[in-house]
């Protein structure tokens, strides 16, 4: 069977979950999406939209929305999209038995140091994995704008099935099988968006922020070849790719987070009451951790670290410049 009558389920309904479920369902077909607000299943069902999480996009008919996790049962593959830290939960009340699944979020497991595959291999150990990740803004992939991700799965025939099914007009997977490689992009260039957000709204100017996109890509390629990435994927959409986009727009949420942060306001009042998330504020620490058990310095993390905990921005700023000189290479 080619991938193009594979049968798919969505899991999470915010923002990113109803656009894969609209890239999902182009060519009018069926997609079960679960949501965990009632309001947002009766929403898509009935009117066609997510007004809590992706307000003004029409969405396809034939997206059907479940509060019912067991709805999703006998599928051919689930886009796994709700948050990193509720992906184990929120799996093992999953009949996922062998289904494909895909992991669309960007973020390491905070009690665990777990990669999501790596907590899925815990909680779904029959499942084959996947991973989707690139410079996606989930706005403007629900409205059909060109978008382009890493689509990465050890297995060959998986792999193309799913990247079938998924391509559409607008939409191009590109095939990897270094499945940890995506995931590490995805996950650390969320910290790196929220430093770049910090130098925007402290004013540091455009040379900051160049210097600190292409430092923190240093950061990103250091723990990711210690945890067994290749360089490749990294320097491709779901690294390099993706940093880009989230240092560069308010439109992303860990971006936004740093603004705030750089204009001196308290983490926890950015934080507090949000029903978006940002998920380098839950990265951020755990990343700290993940790279001290592989011996790698991630400068820039570590300063997000200490602003997410409430250090002043100008002492995280001074002490960031006040670093011993060093090789570019290192
Ligand atoms: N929004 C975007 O443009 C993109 C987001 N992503 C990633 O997708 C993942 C999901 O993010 P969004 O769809 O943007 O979410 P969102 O910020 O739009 O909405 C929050 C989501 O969290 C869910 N949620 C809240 N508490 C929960 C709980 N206790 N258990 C399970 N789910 C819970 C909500 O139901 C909702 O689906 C994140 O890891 C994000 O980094 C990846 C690419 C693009
Ligand atoms: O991952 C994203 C775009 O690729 C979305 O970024 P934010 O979560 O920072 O909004």
Known sequence: MT???MKIGVIGAGAWGTALAQVAAQGEREVMLWA???EVVTAVNRGHENPLFLAGVPLSPTIRATGSLGDLAGLDALLVVVPAQHVRAILAETPVDGTPLVLCAKGIEAKTRLLISEVVREVAPAAPIAVISGPTFAHEVAAGLPAAVTLACEAAALRTRLAE????????PYASSDVIGAEIGGAVKNVLAIACGVVEGAGLGQNARAALIARGFAEMTRFGL???ARAETLAGLSGLGDLVLTCSSVSSRNFSLGVGLGRGKAAADLLADRKTVAEGAFTAPVLREAAADVGVDMPVAEAVCALLGGAAVRGVI???LARPLRDEAH
Do not use: I, Q, V, Y
Request: proline letters at 10%; zero cysteines; a positive charge.
């Open 165 to 172: 099914r998924l391509a559409g007009p607008a939409f191009r």
């Open 318 to 320: 001074d002490d960031l």
């Open 36 to 38: 965990r607000e009632p």
């Open 226 to 228: 210690a945890r067994g």
């Open 3 to 5: 991938g193009r009558g």
